[in-house]
């Protein structure tokens, strides 16, 4: 025992010295390289205030106002008998499967975290959780990358098909996860009875616990949303420059050596490896890189849905920042991206040229918004498609719930009267 305190404590002193020698590294290269530095500051400011800002922050609001109105107690019942036993996580994680899959990173991190300080969930669930909300949005598949860097709007189906169905596999499997660590929560052995009316007991008994006048709710939600937001938005732009700094002292060239192994060694084009460097750090630039590159379109497609599902060290530092005083770890996270980034790549070989041919067959609805248009415009479409794709997938995902709490209930009447 006494060994092993020893040998955790030379590596937390070995991590101590890295952080401290490399922060005053990169310090001394943004000294060195000051125009650099400040070009690439002003891209992520850009950014952060054109895309991530109106995007995120109108739903950062609601789903705090949600949260102390009862909403998300309200489906966290309804969608227990689903959430449950395929995902081993209460019914409200359902809500935040929803609001990541409609808006994207970080969405689900500060649902999740939300939900581990408000005692919704143990730490151990709010791992599982996290392990597989951590979804792009459709919007992003479908408009930047399909049609914006690829230029071919089918391939959409694809990327997106590959992405979600690689999260829920990484949420089957973490299913698993921690299961002796913690006791499930109290939320999963509710008394049986009707659901809705359950469902419309926890929302009127949650609202009045947080018993907080509309007034009050909003102006706090306003305030949290506002320092998320912000915390967000300088996790960007110090990996906008962190990632022109690396690139200039030379590291991604030692990072694109090492990639270039490993394609090799799975026999894809070797001028995919800068486009992995940039997708390490950073899923725009890395997927921008891949759909520029010199490689067959199948391989390019495929390292980018590894990418996207990848998220890069950007999005990962926010989740942190987000969820790391909520008692919530990271290593299991970090886990499930390189698991989610691994099944994307494989199913998007394996649906490519199939998803290719049903897209050729029939009409498919593209979800784009307009590049031409006002930026008022732009944000309103935006707000409108987010909107639209989270309460559809919540209506598919309480239909479902419905459908699994029924079901028992069927056999055993077919077996009484059979």
Same mark, same amino acid.
């Given at each position: 025992?006494?060994?092993?305190?020893?040998?955790?404590?030379?590596?937390?002193?070995?991590?101590?010295?890295?952080?401290?020698?490399?922060?005053?590294?990169?310090?001394?290269?943004?000294?060195?390289?000051?125009?650099?530095?400040?070009?690439?500051?002003?891209?992520?400011?850009?950014?952060?205030?054109?895309?991530?800002?109106?995007?995120?922050?109108?739903?950062?609001?609601?789903?705090?106002?949600?949260?102390?109105?009862?909403?998300?107690?309200?489906?966290?019942?309804?969608?227990?008998?689903?959430?449950?036993?395929?995902?081993?996580?209460?019914?409200?994680?359902?809500?935040?499967?929803?609001?990541?899959?409609?808006?994207?990173?970080?969405?689900?991190?500060?649902?999740?975290?939300?939900?581990?300080?408000?005692?919704?969930?143990?730490?151990?669930?709010?791992?599982?959780?996290?392990?597989?909300?951590?979804?792009?949005?459709?919007?992003?598949?479908?408009?930047?990358?399909?049609?914006?860097?690829?230029?071919?709007?089918?391939?959409?189906?694809?990327?997106?098909?590959?992405?979600?169905?690689?999260?829920?596999?990484?949420?089957?499997?973490?299913?698993?996860?921690?299961?002796?660590?913690?006791?499930?929560?109290?939320?999963?052995?509710?008394?049986?009875?009707?659901?809705?009316?359950?469902?419309?007991?926890?929302?009127?008994?949650?609202?009045?616990?947080?018993?907080?006048?509309?007034?009050?709710?909003?102006?706090?939600?306003?305030?949290?949303?506002?320092?998320?937001?912000?915390?967000?938005?300088?996790?960007?732009?110090?990996?906008?420059?962190?990632?022109? !700094?690396?690139?200039?002292?030379?590291?991604?060239?030692? /990072?694109? %050596?090492?990639?270039? =192994? &490993? *394609?090799?060694? #799975?026999? $894809?084009?070797?001028?995919?490896?800068?486009?992995?460097?940039?997708?390490?750090?950073?899923?725009?630039?890395?997927?921008?890189?891949?759909?520029?590159?010199?490689?067959?379109?199948?391989?390019?497609?495929?390292?980018?849905?590894?990418?996207?599902?990848?998220?890069?060290?950007?999005?990962?530092?926010?989740?942190?920042?987000?969820?790391?005083?909520?008692? !919530?770890?990271?290593?299991?996270?970090?886990?499930?991206? /390189?698991? %989610?980034?691994?099944? =994307? &790549? *494989?199913?998007? #070989?394996? $649906?490519?040229?199939?998803?290719?041919?049903?897209?050729?067959?029939?009409?498919?609805?593209?979800?784009?918004?307009?590049?031409?248009?006002?930026?008022?415009?732009?944000?309103?479409?935006?707000?409108?498609?987010?909107?639209?794709?989270?309460?559809?997938?919540?209506?598919?995902?309480?239909?479902?719930?419905?459908?699994?709490?029924?079901?028992?209930?069927?056999?055993?009447?077919?077996?009484?009267?059979?």
């Amino acid at each position: 025992m006494s060994n092993w305190n020893k040998s955790n404590r030379y590596r937390y002193r070995l991590l101590t010295y890295f952080m401290a020698f490399g922060t005053v590294f990169i310090t001394i290269s943004m000294v060195k390289y000051p125009k650099e530095a400040f070009d690439s500051a002003i891209a992520g400011v850009t950014l952060w205030w054109n895309v991530v800002f109106p995007s995120l922050l109108p739903f950062f609001i609601l789903s705090e106002i949600l949260m102390g109105l009862g909403v998300v107690h309200f489906i966290g019942v309804l969608l227990e008998p689903l959430m449950r036993p395929v995902f081993n996580v209460p019914g409200i994680g359902a809500f935040a499967l929803s609001m990541g899959l409609a808006s994207g990173y970080p969405m689900d991190a500060v649902i999740t975290g939300k939900f581990r300080q408000n005692k919704l969930c143990s730490a151990v669930e709010a791992e599982r959780l996290l392990s597989f909300t951590n979804t792009a949005d459709p919007l992003f598949m479908f408009g930047a990358v399909a049609v914006g860097m690829f230029g071919q709007p089918e391939l959409g189906a694809t990327i997106a098909l590959a992405h979600y169905l690689a999260s829920f596999l990484v949420g089957v499997i973490y299913r698993f996860h921690g299961r002796n660590r913690e006791p499930i929560t109290q939320e999963s052995s509710r008394p049986a009875g009707n659901i809705l009316l359950r469902a419309f007991h926890e929302l009127y008994k949650a609202r009045q616990q947080d018993n907080r006048s509309f007034g009050q709710l909003l102006g706090d939600a306003v305030k949290s949303s506002m320092n998320t937001i912000l915390l967000v938005g300088g996790f960007i732009i110090l990996f906008s420059v962190l990632l022109r !700094i690396i690139a200039i002292i030379g590291i991604t060239d030692i /990072l694109s %050596h090492m990639f270039s =192994a &490993l *394609l090799s060694l #799975l026999g $894809f084009s070797t001028t995919l490896a800068p486009a992995l460097v940039s997708g390490l750090f950073e899923l725009d630039l890395g997927a921008l890189a891949a759909s520029q590159a010199n490689a067959p379109l199948i391989e390019k497609i495929a390292i980018t849905s590894a990418i996207v599902a990848w998220s890069g060290l950007s999005v990962h530092a926010q989740v942190a920042s987000i969820v790391i005083e909520s008692g !919530i770890r990271m290593a299991p996270y970090m886990l499930s991206r /390189l698991l %989610h980034a691994i099944f =994307a &790549l *494989l199913l998007t #070989l394996l $649906f490519m040229k199939p998803a290719h041919a049903v897209v050729q067959t029939i009409s498919m609805p593209m979800i784009t918004i307009p590049g031409s248009s006002s930026p008022l415009t732009f944000w309103l479409l935006h707000l409108e498609q987010i909107s639209y794709i989270f309460l559809l997938f919540s209506l598919l995902l309480i239909g479902l719930s419905m459908v699994f709490h029924i079901a028992p209930k069927v056999r055993y009447f077919m077996r009484k009267y059979n």
